[in-house]
């Protein structure tokens, strides 16, 4: 019992600073936030640019109707497919959550995957210019290969990075170069403190696992979306307007059984797909987190329980403020 209230803020704290749990795909993000939440009275604002999409459920792993009613979620199922949803509209909503659950005596608990809303949120957003209608419509009627060509041609150090699977990134940049005239790189780095709230005493904490224990989760969370209905997920989607959407589109899993529904892979082939895609996925996570994001890494051994991962996260978090006060009695 003495421990259980130690771990709980006292009420003299009126503002508990954010804590952020950031790392790769099935690291294990959830279940240590979730129980971090419990033990600190916090509430979790989900950073994923893919789960604040509404039916996008099974492929985004979204947390359980009975973990969001264990603790508060935010930034869940806030979007229609229907609607574009970016790293601004991200900064304000999670600004306002952050503030509801302070204005409450919580702790808020940032945990996702999407880098860019990390930085966002912790930095501002960038100085790079808003989409222009008429040159989208034409670059998304460029082949790939010919944008592709065009990047690295013009930015280099963008073209050796970026996701060259990914369509809607490398429209992005090959777009910002065109109205701007300046590489994208240079322009991704130029951000701006001005842009929004600013969260720099925030703890921020990465999770990471040996590659083989990592792989071996994937494949498995992979399985697991697929025998709990993945492909009739996608398939009442797309009558939702899931193809239409080209972010929504990218989130992977969804690609590849559209892909499947239409013909072009057989199930065991689209299953395989979508391990290696997650896999190379959570290599290009972990590459952005450890050169964009400052963060206390701890590494999750095979064996190791959520519930010893939260204590060492909590450990990690108190030792990034001056006082552990800050976070904790």
């Given at each position: 019992?003495?421990?259980?209230?130690?771990?709980?803020?006292p009420?003299s704290?009126?503002?508990?600073r954010?804590?952020?749990?950031?790392?790769?795909?099935?690291?294990?993000?959830?279940?240590?936030?979730?129980?971090?939440?419990?033990?600190?009275?916090?509430?979790?604002?989900?950073?994923?640019?893919?789960?604040?999409?509404?039916?996008?459920?099974?492929?985004?792993?979204?947390?359980?109707?009975?973990?969001?009613?264990?603790?508060?979620?935010?930034?869940?199922d806030?979007?229609?497919?229907?609607?574009?949803?970016?790293?601004?509209?991200?900064?304000?909503?999670?600004?306002?959550?952050?503030?509801?659950?302070?204005s409450?005596?919580?702790?808020?608990?940032?945990?996702?995957?999407?880098?860019?809303?990390?930085?966002?949120?912790?930095?501002?957003?960038?100085?790079?210019?808003?989409?222009?209608?008429?040159?989208?419509?034409?670059?998304?009627?460029?082949?790939?290969?010919?944008?592709l060509?065009?990047?690295?041609?013009l930015?280099?150090?963008?073209?050796a990075?970026?996701?060259?699977?990914?369509?809607?990134r490398?429209?992005?940049?090959?777009?910002?170069?065109?109205?701007?005239?300046?590489?994208?790189?240079?322009?991704?780095?130029?951000?701006?403190?001005?842009?929004?709230?600013?969260?720099?005493?925030?703890?921020?904490?990465?999770?990471?696992?040996?590659?083989?224990?990592?792989?071996?989760?994937?494949?498995?969370r992979?399985?697991?979306?697929?025998?709990?209905?993945?492909v009739?997920?996608?398939?009442?989607?797309?009558?939702?307007?899931?193809?239409?959407?080209?972010?929504?589109?990218?989130?992977?899993?969804y690609?590849?059984?559209?892909?499947?529904?239409?013909g072009?892979?057989?199930?065991?082939e689209?299953?395989e797909?979508?391990?290696?895609?997650?896999?190379?996925?959570?290599?290009?996570?972990?590459?952005?987190?450890?050169?964009q994001?400052?963060?206390?890494w701890?590494?999750?051994?095979?064996?190791?329980?959520?519930?010893?991962?939260?204590e060492?996260?909590?450990?990690?978090?108190?030792?990034?403020?001056?006082?552990?006060?800050?976070?904790?009695?």
């Amino acid at each position: 019992m003495a421990k259980t209230a130690e771990l709980h803020p006292p009420s003299s704290i009126l503002h508990p600073r954010p804590i952020l749990i950031a790392g790769p795909t099935a690291v294990g993000k959830s279940e240590v936030a979730l129980l971090l939440a419990e033990k600190l009275g916090g509430e979790i604002i989900s950073v994923d640019s893919m789960q604040v999409y509404r039916g996008l459920d099974i492929g985004t792993a979204k947390p359980s109707p009975a973990e969001r009613a264990r603790v508060p979620h935010h930034l869940i199922d806030v979007a229609d497919l229907a609607v574009s949803f970016d790293a601004a509209k991200f900064v304000t909503l999670a600004n306002e959550a952050v503030a509801q659950i302070q204005s409450r005596g919580k702790v808020p608990i940032l945990c996702g995957g999407t880098g860019l809303y990390f930085r966002a949120f912790l930095e501002g957003l960038g100085e790079a210019p808003p989409a222009d209608a008429k040159l989208r419509a034409e670059l998304e009627a460029t082949p790939l290969a010919d944008l592709l060509r065009e990047l690295e041609q013009l930015d280099p150090a963008t073209f050796a990075r970026i996701d060259r699977q990914n369509p809607r990134r490398v429209i992005r940049a090959v777009e910002v170069i065109r109205l701007t005239g300046k590489p994208f790189s240079e322009q991704r780095a130029d951000w701006n403190p001005a842009s929004s709230i600013q969260h720099p005493a925030s703890a921020a904490v990465g999770l990471t696992r040996a590659p083989g224990d990592l792989r071996r989760r994937i494949d498995a969370r992979v399985d697991q979306m697929f025998a709990r209905g993945l492909v009739d997920e996608a398939r009442r989607l797309l009558d939702q307007g899931l193809a239409q959407n080209p972010t929504a589109m990218q989130a992977i899993g969804y690609r590849q059984v559209v892909e499947h529904l239409r013909g072009e892979s057989s199930l065991p082939e689209t299953i395989e797909l979508v391990k290696v895609r997650t896999r190379q996925f959570a290599k290009r996570q972990m590459t952005w987190f450890r050169g964009q994001m400052q963060a206390n890494w701890i590494t999750i051994t095979a064996d190791e329980s959520a519930g010893a991962v939260a204590e060492r996260v909590l450990s990690a978090a108190k030792a990034s403020f001056p006082s552990g006060a800050d976070v904790v009695g």
